[in-house]
Protein backbone atom coordinates (compact mmCIF):
# COMPACT_ATOMS: atom_id res chain seq x y z
CA UNK A 1 0.00 0.00 0.00
CA UNK A 2 1.54 1.47 1.94
CA UNK A 3 -0.75 2.80 3.51
CA UNK A 4 -1.34 5.53 6.06
CA UNK A 5 0.63 5.05 8.79
CA UNK A 6 -1.04 5.20 12.37
CA UNK A 7 0.60 4.43 15.76
CA UNK A 8 1.05 1.40 16.56
CA UNK A 9 -2.48 1.04 18.58
CA UNK A 10 -4.87 -1.75 19.39
CA UNK A 11 -6.55 -2.82 22.68
CA UNK A 12 -4.55 -4.73 24.79
CA UNK A 13 -6.42 -8.22 24.76
CA UNK A 14 -3.91 -11.32 24.91
CA UNK A 15 -5.54 -14.54 23.31
CA UNK A 16 -3.60 -17.73 25.03
CA UNK A 17 -1.42 -20.03 22.86
CA UNK A 18 -4.10 -23.36 24.27
CA UNK A 19 -6.74 -21.65 22.86
CA UNK A 20 -5.30 -21.02 19.52
CA UNK A 21 -4.01 -25.05 19.36
CA UNK A 22 -7.20 -25.73 20.34
CA UNK A 23 -6.05 -27.09 23.46
CA UNK A 24 -3.03 -28.76 22.70
CA UNK A 25 0.22 -27.44 25.51
CA UNK A 26 3.09 -28.11 22.89
CA UNK A 27 3.50 -25.45 20.46
CA UNK A 28 3.67 -26.31 16.86
CA UNK A 29 6.67 -25.02 15.44
CA UNK A 30 7.77 -26.54 11.98
CA UNK A 31 7.19 -24.25 8.84
CA UNK A 32 4.82 -22.26 11.60
CA UNK A 33 5.73 -18.53 12.45
CA UNK A 34 4.17 -16.79 15.27
CA UNK A 35 3.78 -13.04 15.44
CA UNK A 36 2.17 -10.18 17.87
CA UNK A 37 -0.14 -7.24 16.31
CA UNK A 38 -0.61 -3.65 17.62
CA UNK A 39 -3.94 -3.71 16.67
CA UNK A 40 -6.91 -5.94 15.13
CA UNK A 41 -7.03 -4.95 11.08
CA UNK A 42 -10.36 -2.23 11.46
CA UNK A 43 -10.86 -3.15 7.71
CA UNK A 44 -10.40 -6.02 5.51
CA UNK A 45 -12.50 -4.50 2.15
CA UNK A 46 -9.75 -3.89 0.03
CA UNK A 47 -11.82 -1.06 -1.51
CA UNK A 48 -11.82 0.30 1.58
CA UNK A 49 -8.93 -0.21 3.62
CA UNK A 50 -5.95 2.31 4.94
CA UNK A 51 -4.03 1.25 7.65
CA UNK A 52 -1.02 -0.31 8.23
CA UNK A 53 -2.04 -3.60 9.94
CA UNK A 54 -5.16 -4.06 7.29
CA UNK A 55 -2.53 -3.20 4.67
CA UNK A 56 -0.33 -6.41 6.37
CA UNK A 57 -3.37 -8.20 6.34
CA UNK A 58 -3.97 -7.60 2.75
CA UNK A 59 -0.79 -8.25 1.28
CA UNK A 60 -0.92 -11.82 2.62
CA UNK A 61 -3.93 -13.15 1.71
CA UNK A 62 -4.75 -10.58 -1.44
CA UNK A 63 -2.23 -10.00 -4.90
CA UNK A 64 -2.64 -7.87 -7.68
CA UNK A 65 -1.44 -7.34 -11.05
CA UNK A 66 1.75 -7.04 -10.07
CA UNK A 67 3.58 -7.50 -6.30
CA UNK A 68 6.79 -5.93 -4.94
CA UNK A 69 9.22 -8.86 -4.49
CA UNK A 70 12.26 -9.30 -2.01
CA UNK A 71 14.16 -6.71 -3.67
CA UNK A 72 11.51 -3.85 -4.35
CA UNK A 73 10.97 -4.54 -7.23
CA UNK A 74 7.39 -4.35 -9.09
CA UNK A 75 7.32 -7.79 -10.61
CA UNK A 76 4.31 -9.72 -12.22
CA UNK A 77 1.56 -11.06 -9.96
CA UNK A 78 -2.08 -12.09 -11.57
CA UNK A 79 -0.85 -10.51 -14.36
CA UNK A 80 2.26 -12.15 -16.54
CA UNK A 81 3.04 -9.53 -19.11
CA UNK A 82 1.68 -6.15 -19.86
CA UNK A 83 2.21 -3.05 -22.14
CA UNK A 84 2.28 0.74 -21.07
CA UNK A 85 1.49 3.71 -23.21
CA UNK A 86 0.89 7.57 -22.69
CA UNK A 87 -2.67 6.00 -23.34
CA UNK A 88 -3.47 3.22 -21.19
CA UNK A 89 -2.06 -0.32 -20.28
CA UNK A 90 -3.07 -3.83 -21.36
CA UNK A 91 -2.52 -6.52 -18.80
CA UNK A 92 -2.37 -9.98 -19.78
CA UNK A 93 -3.50 -12.36 -16.81
CA UNK A 94 -1.69 -15.59 -15.82
CA UNK A 95 -3.77 -18.62 -16.63
CA UNK A 96 -2.86 -20.63 -13.24
CA UNK A 97 -4.52 -17.75 -10.86
CA UNK A 98 -6.48 -19.04 -8.82
CA UNK A 99 -9.33 -17.86 -5.74
CA UNK A 100 -9.13 -19.70 -2.72
CA UNK A 101 -12.02 -21.79 -4.25
CA UNK A 102 -9.80 -22.76 -6.86
CA UNK A 103 -11.65 -20.50 -9.83
CA UNK A 104 -10.06 -18.56 -12.17
CA UNK A 105 -9.11 -14.57 -11.47
CA UNK A 106 -10.48 -12.82 -14.41
CA UNK A 107 -10.08 -9.49 -15.82
CA UNK A 108 -13.51 -8.85 -14.68
CA UNK A 109 -13.01 -9.25 -11.43
CA UNK A 110 -10.31 -6.41 -11.56
CA UNK A 111 -13.24 -4.45 -13.82
CA UNK A 112 -15.52 -5.19 -10.56
CA UNK A 113 -13.27 -4.16 -7.83
CA UNK A 114 -12.13 -1.01 -9.94
CA UNK A 115 -15.76 -0.24 -10.11
CA UNK A 116 -16.56 -0.68 -6.71
CA UNK A 117 -13.98 1.69 -5.73
CA UNK A 118 -14.59 4.51 -7.36
CA UNK A 119 -18.24 4.56 -6.87
CA UNK A 120 -19.41 6.90 -4.75
CA UNK A 121 -21.72 4.90 -2.69
CA UNK A 122 -18.53 2.89 -1.38
CA UNK A 123 -17.07 6.37 0.20
CA UNK A 124 -13.67 4.49 -0.63
CA UNK A 125 -10.62 6.56 1.41
CA UNK A 126 -8.57 5.41 -1.65
CA UNK A 127 -10.62 5.64 -4.78
CA UNK A 128 -8.09 9.24 -5.28
CA UNK A 129 -5.37 6.48 -5.76
CA UNK A 130 -7.59 5.17 -8.97
CA UNK A 131 -7.75 8.60 -10.65
CA UNK A 132 -5.22 7.88 -13.57
CA UNK A 133 -8.04 6.01 -15.32
CA UNK A 134 -10.41 7.91 -17.16
CA UNK A 135 -13.25 9.00 -15.41
CA UNK A 136 -12.53 7.96 -12.30
CA UNK A 137 -12.60 11.27 -10.32
CA UNK A 138 -15.98 12.16 -12.47
CA UNK A 139 -17.36 9.28 -11.16
CA UNK A 140 -16.15 9.52 -7.83
CA UNK A 141 -17.84 13.29 -7.73
CA UNK A 142 -21.24 11.61 -9.01
CA UNK A 143 -20.98 13.27 -12.95
CA UNK A 144 -20.65 9.61 -14.68
CA UNK A 145 -21.56 6.21 -13.21
CA UNK A 146 -19.10 3.45 -12.70
CA UNK A 147 -19.64 1.76 -15.51
CA UNK A 148 -17.44 4.70 -17.55
CA UNK A 149 -14.28 3.50 -15.45
CA UNK A 150 -11.66 3.20 -18.39
CA UNK A 151 -11.18 -0.24 -17.53
CA UNK A 152 -12.38 -3.30 -19.44
CA UNK A 153 -12.26 -6.83 -20.01
CA UNK A 154 -11.51 -8.19 -23.22
CA UNK A 155 -11.78 -11.51 -22.55
CA UNK A 156 -11.05 -13.45 -19.57
CA UNK A 157 -7.41 -12.74 -19.57
CA UNK A 158 -7.03 -9.75 -21.13
CA UNK A 159 -7.45 -6.47 -19.05
CA UNK A 160 -7.29 -3.16 -21.02
CA UNK A 161 -7.31 0.43 -18.97
CA UNK A 162 -7.44 3.67 -20.65
CA UNK A 163 -5.73 6.99 -18.81
CA UNK A 164 -7.13 10.12 -17.61
CA UNK A 165 -3.79 11.48 -18.92
CA UNK A 166 -0.49 10.05 -18.97
CA UNK A 167 1.06 8.83 -15.83
CA UNK A 168 4.54 8.02 -15.13
CA UNK A 169 4.16 5.49 -12.20
CA UNK A 170 0.97 3.47 -13.17
CA UNK A 171 2.71 0.53 -12.95
CA UNK A 172 3.83 1.45 -9.31
CA UNK A 173 0.02 1.83 -8.15
CA UNK A 174 -1.02 -1.92 -9.51
CA UNK A 175 0.02 -4.04 -6.24
CA UNK A 176 -1.32 -1.67 -3.98
CA UNK A 177 -4.48 -3.53 -2.02
CA UNK A 178 -6.97 -0.74 -3.75
CA UNK A 179 -6.18 -2.46 -7.15
CA UNK A 180 -6.65 -5.85 -5.89
CA UNK A 181 -9.29 -8.00 -7.29
CA UNK A 182 -12.76 -8.98 -6.18
CA UNK A 183 -15.20 -11.53 -7.37
CA UNK A 184 -18.73 -10.03 -8.11
CA UNK A 185 -20.57 -13.10 -7.08
CA UNK A 186 -18.75 -13.73 -4.14
CA UNK A 187 -19.33 -10.26 -2.96
CA UNK A 188 -22.60 -9.61 -3.80
CA UNK A 189 -23.38 -12.68 -1.75
CA UNK A 190 -22.12 -11.03 1.40
CA UNK A 191 -24.57 -8.34 1.71
CA UNK A 192 -22.91 -5.95 2.64
CA UNK A 193 -20.41 -7.76 5.13
CA UNK A 194 -17.68 -8.33 2.85
CA UNK A 195 -14.16 -8.35 4.43
CA UNK A 196 -15.87 -8.23 7.89
CA UNK A 197 -14.44 -11.48 8.78
CA UNK A 198 -13.07 -14.77 7.29
CA UNK A 199 -15.86 -16.10 5.60
CA UNK A 200 -16.75 -12.83 4.51
CA UNK A 201 -13.35 -13.09 2.26
CA UNK A 202 -11.95 -14.71 -1.05
CA UNK A 203 -8.54 -15.19 -0.86
CA UNK A 204 -6.14 -14.86 -4.11
CA UNK A 205 -2.98 -14.18 -2.53
CA UNK A 206 -0.17 -16.63 -0.97
CA UNK A 207 -2.03 -17.12 2.20
CA UNK A 208 -5.77 -17.72 3.29
CA UNK A 209 -7.71 -16.40 6.64
CA UNK A 210 -8.75 -19.33 8.65
CA UNK A 211 -9.01 -18.31 11.93
CA UNK A 212 -10.52 -14.36 12.86
CA UNK A 213 -11.19 -13.93 17.10
CA UNK A 214 -12.03 -10.55 16.53
CA UNK A 215 -9.60 -8.55 18.89
CA UNK A 216 -7.58 -11.16 19.85
CA UNK A 217 -6.25 -13.62 17.42
CA UNK A 218 -5.39 -14.30 13.90
CA UNK A 219 -4.12 -17.56 11.45
CA UNK A 220 -3.08 -17.58 8.26
CA UNK A 221 -2.59 -20.89 6.07
CA UNK A 222 -0.95 -21.25 3.15
CA UNK A 223 -3.18 -20.96 0.17
CA UNK A 224 -2.72 -24.31 -2.03
CA UNK A 225 -4.39 -22.40 -4.71
CA UNK A 226 -2.03 -19.85 -5.32
CA UNK A 227 -0.38 -20.00 -8.52
CA UNK A 228 3.28 -19.47 -6.95
CA UNK A 229 2.81 -21.53 -3.85
CA UNK A 230 6.40 -22.89 -4.39
CA UNK A 231 7.47 -19.54 -3.12
CA UNK A 232 5.73 -19.38 0.18
CA UNK A 233 7.81 -22.31 2.72
CA UNK A 234 5.30 -21.67 5.71
CA UNK A 235 2.22 -23.75 6.59
CA UNK A 236 1.06 -21.28 9.17
CA UNK A 237 1.56 -17.98 10.44
CA UNK A 238 -0.15 -17.55 13.88
CA UNK A 239 -0.96 -14.08 15.93
CA UNK A 240 -2.02 -15.33 18.95
CA UNK A 241 -1.33 -12.00 20.59
CA UNK A 242 -2.82 -8.34 19.82
CA UNK A 243 -1.55 -6.06 21.89
CA UNK A 244 -0.47 -2.39 21.60
CA UNK A 245 1.91 -2.79 25.14
CA UNK A 246 5.48 -2.41 24.52
CA UNK A 247 6.71 -5.04 27.32
CA UNK A 248 3.92 -7.08 26.85
CA UNK A 249 5.00 -7.99 23.26
CA UNK A 250 8.98 -7.45 24.61
CA UNK A 251 8.32 -10.42 27.21
CA UNK A 252 6.29 -12.53 24.72
CA UNK A 253 9.16 -13.04 22.43
CA UNK A 254 11.64 -13.27 25.44
CA UNK A 255 9.53 -16.10 26.18
CA UNK A 256 9.67 -17.98 22.90
CA UNK A 257 5.90 -17.04 22.05
CA UNK A 258 6.25 -15.01 19.11
CA UNK A 259 9.14 -15.02 16.03
CA UNK A 260 9.07 -11.25 15.67
CA UNK A 261 9.67 -8.09 17.49
CA UNK A 262 9.63 -4.53 16.82
CA UNK A 263 11.73 -2.52 19.87
CA UNK A 264 10.37 0.70 21.40
CA UNK A 265 12.34 3.28 23.14
CA UNK A 266 11.19 1.61 26.28
CA UNK A 267 12.50 -2.30 25.69
CA UNK A 268 15.66 -1.05 23.56
CA UNK A 269 18.08 -1.26 26.57
CA UNK A 270 16.14 -4.84 27.88
CA UNK A 271 16.51 -5.89 24.63
CA UNK A 272 20.58 -5.46 24.71
CA UNK A 273 20.94 -6.70 27.99
CA UNK A 274 19.02 -9.99 26.90
CA UNK A 275 21.62 -9.75 24.15
CA UNK A 276 19.09 -9.93 21.59
CA UNK A 277 20.63 -9.69 17.96
CA UNK A 278 19.34 -5.84 16.69
CA UNK A 279 18.60 -5.40 12.92
CA UNK A 280 17.84 -1.26 11.83
CA UNK A 281 15.42 -1.01 9.32
CA UNK A 282 14.49 2.40 7.94
CA UNK A 283 10.68 2.01 7.38
CA UNK A 284 10.52 5.11 4.96
CA UNK A 285 7.28 6.58 6.45
CA UNK A 286 7.34 10.21 7.69
CA UNK A 287 5.07 11.63 11.15
CA UNK A 288 3.57 14.80 11.66
CA UNK A 289 1.25 16.81 13.40
CA UNK A 290 -2.05 17.85 11.57
CA UNK A 291 -4.37 20.56 11.77
CA UNK A 292 -8.17 21.06 11.23
CA UNK A 293 -9.36 23.78 8.45
CA UNK A 294 -13.19 22.76 9.10
CA UNK A 295 -14.70 25.90 10.06
CA UNK A 296 -14.79 27.28 13.48
CA UNK A 297 -10.86 25.69 14.28
CA UNK A 298 -8.74 27.93 15.70
CA UNK A 299 -6.25 26.13 13.73
CA UNK A 300 -7.01 27.28 10.74
CA UNK A 301 -5.12 30.44 11.76
CA UNK A 302 -1.87 30.46 10.19
CA UNK A 303 -0.36 32.71 13.14
CA UNK A 304 -0.80 30.05 15.41
CA UNK A 305 0.34 27.14 13.41
CA UNK A 306 3.67 28.99 13.08
CA UNK A 307 3.51 29.70 16.92
CA UNK A 308 3.55 25.83 17.14
CA UNK A 309 6.14 25.07 14.53
CA UNK A 310 8.72 27.74 16.12
CA UNK A 311 8.21 26.75 19.33
CA UNK A 312 8.90 22.79 18.32
CA UNK A 313 12.01 21.28 18.14
CA UNK A 314 12.63 18.13 15.89
CA UNK A 315 15.83 16.78 16.94
CA UNK A 316 15.51 17.33 20.27
CA UNK A 317 11.97 15.23 19.46
CA UNK A 318 13.20 12.79 17.58
CA UNK A 319 15.80 12.36 20.01
CA UNK A 320 14.38 12.34 22.85
CA UNK A 321 10.48 11.49 22.68
CA UNK A 322 10.91 8.87 20.01
CA UNK A 323 14.29 7.31 20.98
CA UNK A 324 15.03 5.09 18.57
CA UNK A 325 18.43 5.07 16.62
CA UNK A 326 18.43 6.01 13.09
CA UNK A 327 15.04 8.08 13.51
CA UNK A 328 15.70 11.37 11.13
CA UNK A 329 14.30 14.65 12.79
CA UNK A 330 11.28 15.56 10.49
CA UNK A 331 11.70 18.82 8.12
CA UNK A 332 9.24 18.19 5.22
CA UNK A 333 7.03 16.23 3.78
CA UNK A 334 8.61 14.04 1.29
CA UNK A 335 11.23 11.78 2.54
CA UNK A 336 15.42 11.73 2.01
CA UNK A 337 14.68 8.42 1.15
CA UNK A 338 12.63 8.84 -1.87
CA UNK A 339 13.97 8.69 -5.40
CA UNK A 340 13.67 12.27 -7.62
CA UNK A 341 15.24 12.30 -11.33
CA UNK A 342 18.20 10.91 -10.66
CA UNK A 343 19.21 10.96 -7.07
CA UNK A 344 17.15 11.28 -4.01
CA UNK A 345 15.11 13.89 -4.18
CA UNK A 346 15.72 15.45 -0.90
CA UNK A 347 18.99 16.40 -2.49
CA UNK A 348 17.68 17.44 -5.62
CA UNK A 349 15.05 19.67 -3.84
CA UNK A 350 16.82 20.66 -0.69
CA UNK A 351 14.83 22.09 2.46
CA UNK A 352 16.01 23.89 5.28
CA UNK A 353 15.12 22.79 8.64
CA UNK A 354 13.21 25.36 11.05
CA UNK A 355 14.92 25.19 14.52
CA UNK A 356 12.60 26.24 17.80
CA UNK A 357 12.87 30.60 18.20
CA UNK A 358 10.66 31.22 21.54
CA UNK A 359 10.86 34.76 21.00
CA UNK A 360 9.47 34.28 17.26
CA UNK A 361 6.79 31.56 18.68
CA UNK A 362 5.58 34.37 21.14
CA UNK A 363 4.89 36.80 18.86
CA UNK A 364 2.94 34.98 16.31
CA UNK A 365 1.16 33.47 19.01
CA UNK A 366 0.56 37.31 20.23
CA UNK A 367 -0.69 37.91 16.93
CA UNK A 368 -2.72 35.20 16.79
CA UNK A 369 -4.63 36.15 20.01
CA UNK A 370 -4.73 39.59 18.76
CA UNK A 371 -7.04 38.07 15.24
CA UNK A 372 -9.33 35.80 16.89
CA UNK A 373 -10.01 38.59 19.53
CA UNK A 374 -8.58 36.27 22.62
CA UNK A 375 -8.35 37.63 26.09
CA UNK A 376 -5.83 34.17 27.14
CA UNK A 377 -4.37 31.35 24.85
CA UNK A 378 -7.40 29.06 24.05
CA UNK A 379 -7.07 25.15 24.78
CA UNK A 380 -7.01 22.64 22.25
CA UNK A 381 -8.03 19.13 21.12
CA UNK A 382 -4.84 16.45 20.63
CA UNK A 383 -6.44 13.39 19.25
CA UNK A 384 -3.92 10.49 19.61
CA UNK A 385 -3.81 6.72 20.47
CA UNK A 386 -2.67 4.49 23.34
CA UNK A 387 1.04 3.38 22.67
CA UNK A 388 3.53 4.34 24.96
CA UNK A 389 5.16 5.98 22.32
CA UNK A 390 1.92 8.30 21.36
CA UNK A 391 1.59 8.95 25.18
CA UNK A 392 5.29 10.32 25.37
CA UNK A 393 4.61 12.46 22.36
CA UNK A 394 1.05 13.90 24.07
CA UNK A 395 2.83 14.95 27.24
CA UNK A 396 5.98 16.00 25.13
CA UNK A 397 3.59 18.52 23.09
CA UNK A 398 1.32 19.04 26.29
CA UNK A 399 4.31 20.43 28.17
CA UNK A 400 6.27 22.58 25.16
CA UNK A 401 2.69 24.21 24.59
CA UNK A 402 2.08 25.18 27.57
CA UNK A 403 5.48 26.63 28.92
CA UNK A 404 6.07 28.34 25.78
CA UNK A 405 3.22 29.44 24.20
CA UNK A 406 0.33 29.13 26.87
CA UNK A 407 -2.06 27.02 25.42
CA UNK A 408 -3.75 23.88 26.90
CA UNK A 409 -3.58 20.28 25.34
CA UNK A 410 -6.85 18.07 26.08
CA UNK A 411 -5.71 15.11 25.38
CA UNK A 412 -8.35 12.70 23.26
CA UNK A 413 -6.47 8.98 23.47
CA UNK A 414 -8.19 6.48 21.40
CA UNK A 415 -8.42 3.03 20.23
CA UNK A 416 -6.90 2.37 16.90
CA UNK A 417 -10.18 2.09 15.03
CA UNK A 418 -11.93 4.58 16.40
CA UNK A 419 -9.02 7.41 16.42
CA UNK A 420 -9.42 6.39 12.72
CA UNK A 421 -12.86 7.01 12.61
CA UNK A 422 -12.29 10.70 15.13
CA UNK A 423 -9.73 11.66 12.29
CA UNK A 424 -12.01 10.59 9.32
CA UNK A 425 -14.78 12.77 11.16
CA UNK A 426 -12.88 15.63 11.90
CA UNK A 427 -12.94 15.33 15.41
CA UNK A 428 -9.74 17.34 16.73
CA UNK A 429 -7.72 20.58 16.67
CA UNK A 430 -4.45 18.48 16.12
CA UNK A 431 -4.04 14.91 15.28
CA UNK A 432 -0.16 13.10 15.44
CA UNK A 433 -0.61 10.85 12.23
CA UNK A 434 2.10 9.81 9.82
CA UNK A 435 2.39 8.21 6.33
CA UNK A 436 4.04 5.67 4.60
CA UNK A 437 4.47 5.54 0.64
CA UNK A 438 1.65 3.48 -1.24
CA UNK A 439 4.56 2.76 -4.18
CA UNK A 440 8.05 4.19 -4.91
CA UNK A 441 7.35 7.66 -6.16
CA UNK A 442 7.24 10.72 -4.31
CA UNK A 443 3.85 11.02 -5.60
CA UNK A 444 2.74 8.84 -2.70
CA UNK A 445 3.37 11.79 0.05
CA UNK A 446 2.96 14.88 -2.78
CA UNK A 447 -1.02 14.15 -3.37
CA UNK A 448 -1.85 13.45 0.21
CA UNK A 449 -2.75 17.13 0.80
CA UNK A 450 -4.63 17.39 -2.63
CA UNK A 451 -7.88 18.86 -1.91
CA UNK A 452 -9.69 15.82 -3.08
CA UNK A 453 -7.74 13.30 -1.20
CA UNK A 454 -9.53 11.96 1.79
CA UNK A 455 -6.72 11.39 3.99
CA UNK A 456 -6.24 14.59 3.61
CA UNK A 457 -7.90 14.79 7.07
CA UNK A 458 -7.09 18.33 8.21
CA UNK A 459 -9.04 19.26 4.77
CA UNK A 460 -6.65 21.73 4.24
CA UNK A 461 -7.17 23.48 0.57
CA UNK A 462 -4.65 25.20 -1.41
CA UNK A 463 -5.26 26.18 -5.33
CA UNK A 464 -1.96 26.53 -6.40
CA UNK A 465 -1.12 22.81 -4.47
CA UNK A 466 -3.55 21.44 -6.28
CA UNK A 467 -2.79 22.55 -9.68
CA UNK A 468 1.09 21.59 -9.10
CA UNK A 469 -0.23 18.39 -8.02
CA UNK A 470 -2.54 18.10 -11.13
CA UNK A 471 0.61 19.12 -13.44
CA UNK A 472 2.84 16.43 -11.93
CA UNK A 473 0.21 13.39 -12.32
CA UNK A 474 -0.11 14.22 -16.11
CA UNK A 475 3.30 14.24 -17.54
CA UNK A 476 5.66 11.36 -17.58
CA UNK A 477 8.59 13.65 -17.93
CA UNK A 478 10.49 12.85 -14.66
CA UNK A 479 12.10 16.68 -14.69
CA UNK A 480 8.22 18.71 -15.25
CA UNK A 481 7.12 15.89 -12.52
CA UNK A 482 9.47 16.18 -10.14
CA UNK A 483 10.05 20.30 -9.88
CA UNK A 484 6.19 20.24 -9.98
CA UNK A 485 5.85 18.68 -6.74
CA UNK A 486 8.90 20.18 -5.28
CA UNK A 487 7.27 23.88 -5.69
CA UNK A 488 4.27 22.11 -4.33
CA UNK A 489 5.85 21.01 -1.13
CA UNK A 490 7.62 24.56 -1.00
CA UNK A 491 3.30 26.02 -0.61
CA UNK A 492 2.81 23.20 1.85
CA UNK A 493 5.82 23.84 4.38
CA UNK A 494 5.14 27.40 4.02
CA UNK A 495 1.21 27.42 4.51
CA UNK A 496 2.13 25.12 7.52
CA UNK A 497 -1.04 22.38 7.56
CA UNK A 498 1.48 19.86 8.99
CA UNK A 499 4.25 20.47 11.28
CA UNK A 500 6.69 17.45 10.11
CA UNK A 501 8.14 15.21 13.57
CA UNK A 502 10.23 12.50 12.40
CA UNK A 503 11.18 9.32 9.58
CA UNK A 504 10.75 6.75 11.94
CA UNK A 505 13.47 4.04 11.38
CA UNK A 506 12.57 0.76 13.27
CA UNK A 507 15.04 -1.78 15.05
CA UNK A 508 13.72 -5.20 15.33
CA UNK A 509 14.76 -8.75 15.85
CA UNK A 510 13.67 -12.06 15.39
CA UNK A 511 13.99 -16.06 16.30
CA UNK A 512 17.21 -17.70 15.69
CA UNK A 513 15.09 -20.79 13.77
CA UNK A 514 13.27 -18.10 11.15
CA UNK A 515 14.50 -16.57 8.17
CA UNK A 516 13.74 -15.36 4.69
CA UNK A 517 11.08 -12.27 6.56
CA UNK A 518 11.42 -9.34 4.35
CA UNK A 519 11.35 -5.86 5.52
CA UNK A 520 10.02 -2.93 3.17
CA UNK A 521 9.71 0.51 2.69
CA UNK A 522 6.61 -0.29 0.07
CA UNK A 523 4.69 -3.06 0.10
CA UNK A 524 3.50 -5.55 3.00
CA UNK A 525 5.78 -4.84 6.11
CA UNK A 526 6.76 -7.16 7.52
CA UNK A 527 6.28 -9.66 4.63
CA UNK A 528 6.35 -13.12 5.79
CA UNK A 529 5.42 -14.83 2.56
CA UNK A 530 8.99 -16.31 1.75
CA UNK A 531 9.77 -16.67 5.39
CA UNK A 532 10.63 -20.54 6.97
CA UNK A 533 10.70 -21.36 10.31
CA UNK A 534 12.41 -24.52 11.74
CA UNK A 535 11.69 -26.75 14.65
Known sequence: MRRPVHAILGTVLLASVVLIQGGCTKRETRDILYIAMGAEPPELNSTKATDTESGMVLGHVMEGLTRINAAGMQVPGVAESWKLTDQGAVFTLRPDARWSDGRPVTANDFVFAWRTAVDPKTA??????????????????????????????????????????????????????????????????????????????????????????????????KNEQYWDQARVKLKRIEVPYITADDSARFNLFKDRKIDLLGLSKNSLDDAVREGFRLKKFAEGSVWFLEYNFISGRLTRNKNLRKAIQLSFDAEEFANKVVGIPGTVPGISLIPGWMQGKSAPFRSEYPVTAVGRDIEKARAYMAAFMKEEGLGKAPSLVWLTGESPLAAREAEYFQNLLKT???????????????????????????????????????MTFADLFASWNENNRGKWKNASYDALIRKAQATTKAAVRMDSMAAAERILLDEQPILPTYERSVIYTHSDRVSGIIRRSVGADPDLSEASARE
Open 124 to 221: SEYAFILFPIKNAEAIVQGRLPPTQLGVAARDDRTLAVTFEKPCGYFLALTSFQTYFPIREDFYTAQQGRYGSDKENLLYNGPFKLTQWIHGAALRFE
Open 404 to 442: VLGIELKIDKQIFKQRLAKMMAGEFDIVSAGWGPDYADP
